[in-house]
C-alpha cells in the first residue's frame, strides 16, 4: 500500500481514537467534530472538550458507581478531566483501624482518573466529620497531634505527584465564622489549621494546598471570617494556595455577589475553585425549576471563568441516581447534570453553551497532577 495511504490511514484511526478515546490527556478543550458515537461516549461535545485551557471540569466519584457502574464510568470519563473522591479518601475509610489502611477505593479512582488524563483533587485530610472511632477525645493532646500529624503525612507521600491539590483542612469555621468547635481544636487550639498545611506541605512540596468551605460563595460573615483567617495564615507563612468554595446550593437561592467573593479571595493571592457544586430543587423537579437550576450552573460557572485564579470547576456528582441530596436534604433532589438514568438535564445544556460563548484563551490546559 502506498505510504500516502497508510500515513492517511493512520491519521484517521488516531484522530477517531483521540476524539472518542478519553484516555488522551486533555489539551484544554478536546475539540473536535462530532462523530460516531464509540459505546456510550456521548455523541457530542462534551465539558471537557470545550472547557477552556488552565480551569479542570471536575465531578466527585462514587465509588459504587466506579466499580458497579460501566454508563458511569464512561460519562465519568467523557466529560470531566478532574475527578474528587466523594468518600473514599476520608480518614476513617482510608484508616479503620489504628496503622490499618484500606487503600482500595482511593487507587481505583487514581487509576482511573491515569486512565482518563484527569487531575485529581484530594478530599480531604483534617475534618471534623469521618474521622476513625479510634481516635478518642480522651487521649492527651500530644498523642491526637501525633495520630493526625501522621494520618496527613501518610496519606499526602502515597498519592505524591498523582494528587494536584488537597482540601488540607474542611468546614473549619462555624457559620458566625468562628472556628468551628472540633475535637482537633479543643485538644491542639487553632494552630492545628497551620499545623496541617505545613505537614500536608512537607509530605508533597508540589501539591496545591487548599482550605476548603461552604456558606462562603457569596458575600456572607463566614466568607468575610474565611478570607481573614486565609490573609492571617499567608501572613504567616503558611501554605495555603488555595481556597475552596464548596458551593452546595438551593435552585432559588443565588449567593450574593459570587465574582466580587471570588476576585477578593484572588487578590489574598490565593486560587479559588469550586469543589462541591450541586443546585438541589424541591421536589418535583417541574420544567421551570429545572431551568432556574441551569441558570444558576451557568452563573457559577461564568464566575469561576470570569476570574483567572479560578483553576476547578467541580461538580458534587454528575447524576441524580448518586447524589447525597435527597439523604440529607428532605424534599429536595434532582441536584445534578445528569437525571437517575444519566441523559443530560438542561443544566449540562446551559453548561455546554456557557462555555461556547467563552472567548478562546490562549495557553495550555489543565495538566493532570
Ligand atoms: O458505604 C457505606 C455502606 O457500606 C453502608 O451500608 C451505608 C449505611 O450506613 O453507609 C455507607 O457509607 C455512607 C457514605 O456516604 C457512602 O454512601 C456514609 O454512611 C455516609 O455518611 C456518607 O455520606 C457522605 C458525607 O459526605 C459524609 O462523609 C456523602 O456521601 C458525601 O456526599 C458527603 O460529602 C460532603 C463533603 O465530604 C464535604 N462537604 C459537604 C458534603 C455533603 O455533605
Redesign the pocket.
Known amino acids: 500500500m502506498p505510504v500516502v495511504l497508510i500515513a492517511a490511514a493512520l491519521a484517521v484511526v488516531g484522530l477517531a481514537r483521540v476524539r472518542h478515546n478519553p484516555e488522551a490527556p486533555p489539551a484544554g478543550g478536546d475539540a473536535g467534530a462530532a462523530g460516531p458515537a464509540v459505546s456510550g461516549v456521548p455523541d457530542r461535545q462534551t465539558l471537557r472538550d470545550l472547557m477552556p485551557p488552565g480551569v479542570r471540569i471536575g465531578s466527585?466519584v462514587?465509588g459504587r458507581g466506579l466499580s458497579l457502574d460501566p454508563a458511569y464510568r464512561t460519562l465519568l470519563g467523557a466529560e470531566f478531566n478532574g475527578i474528587t473522591a466523594?468518600?473514599a479518601m476520608?480518614w476513617r475509610n482510608l484508616e479503620p483501624a489504628p496503622g490499618v489502611h484500606a487503600w482500595t477505593g482511593a487507587d481505583q479512582i487514581i487509576e482511573f482518573a491515569q486512565q482518563h488524563g484527569q487531575a485529581v483533587y484530594g478530599?480531604?485530610l483534617v475534618?471534623h466529620?469521618?474521622v476513625p472511632k479510634w481516635v478518642s477525645p480522651d487521649w492527651p493532646p500530644e498523642r491526637i497531634r501525633a495520630v493526625l500529624r501522621e494520618h496527613v503525612t501518610t496519606v499526602v507521600s502515597r498519592y505524591r505527584g498523582r494528587v494536584w491539590g488537597w482540601d488540607v483542612v474542611?468546614?473549619v469555621l462555624d457559620e458566625d465564622g468562628t472556628l468551628r468547635d472540633t475535637l482537633w481544636l479543643r485538644k491542639l487550639g487553632p494552630g492545628y489549621v497551620a499545623d496541617a498545611f505545613r505537614w500536608a506541605h512537607a509530605a508533597d512540596p508540589a501539591a496545591r494546598l487548599f482550605i476548603n468551605d461552604?456558606g462562603v460563595e457569596g458575600r456572607t460573615r463566614k466568607a468575610d471570617a474565611l478570607l481573614q483567617l486565609v490573609r492571617e495564615l499567608r501572613r504567616s507563612g503558611v501554605p495555603v494556595d488555595g481556597v475552596g468554595f464548596?458551593s452546595?446550593l438551593r435552585w432559588d437561592q443565588p449567593p450574593r455577589d459570587l465574582v466580587g467573593n471570588l476576585r477578593r479571595f484572588a487578590q489574598a493571592g490565593v486560587s479559588v475553585a469550586v469543589t462541591?457544586l450541586d443546585v438541589r430543587v424541591a421536589l418535583p423537579a417541574t420544567p421551570a425549576k429545572l431551568e432556574q437550576q441551569a441558570k444558576l450552573y451557568r452563573q457559577v460557572l461564568r464566575a469561576c471563568l470570569a476570574v483567572p485564579a479560578c483553576v476547578s470547576f467541580t461538580v458534587?456528582?454528575f447524576t441524580d441516581a448518586r447524589s447525597?441530596i435527597p439523604g440529607?436534604h428532605r424534599g429536595y433532589g434532582a441536584a445534578c447534570l445528569f437525571d437517575d438514568s444519566l441523559a443530560p438535564k438542561p443544566a449540562h445544556a446551559a453548561l455546554l453553551d456557557e462555555l461556547r460563548r467563552q472567548p478562546p484563551r490562549s495557553g495550555t490546559g489543565p495538566s493532570p497532577g
Open positions: 466527585a462514587d466523594e468518600n476520608k478530599h480531604t475534618w466529620s469521618d474542611n468546614e461552604y464548596q452546595h462541591e458534587w456528582g447525597w440529607y
